[in-house]
């Protein structure tokens, strides 16, 4: 196991997630797969999401990662509790990031939905 990995190697993986991803997705459970973040669990999504560049963890100090800006506009397909979130690659069909919502929220189809705070996405540095 590597001891130290330069942040260029961890860039690398984290500039994947911000020049590719490119919608959001509400959903009930985490969905590891693309058909699980953008049909068997989607609640809504949101297209033309813009993720920052890569920076060092200021949270930990440790590591690199990203920053996903607050959503708003979002579109709600299907009424339910949104737990989690699905970073999407549509051209590709994969889903490069999933995990748990700050809070859960009710949608309910037809209606909006926002993510009303920025978060992080990050990869902690080799030990």
Do not use: C, E
């Amino acid at each position: 196991m590597a001891s130290f990995l330069s942040d260029s190697i961890l860039d690398n993986g984290l500039s994947h997630l911000t020049n590719n991803g490119d919608a959001i997705y509400i959903t009930s459970a985490l969905s590891t797969t693309y058909t699980a973040a953008t049909s068997t669990n989607a609640l809504g999504y949101k297209t033309s999401i813009s993720i920052g560049s890569p920076a060092d963890r200021t949270d930990t100090g440790n590591g690199r990662k990203v920053t996903v800006p607050s959503i708003s506009g979002g579109t709600v397909s299907a009424t339910g509790t949104a737990s989690h979130y699905a970073i999407v690659d549509t051209t590709n069909s994969a889903v490069l990031a999933a995990g748990t919502l700050t809070s859960s929220q009710s949608v309910t189809s037809g209606n909006t939905f926002s993510i009303p705070t920025s978060f992080d996405i990050g990869i902690p540095d080799a030990t």
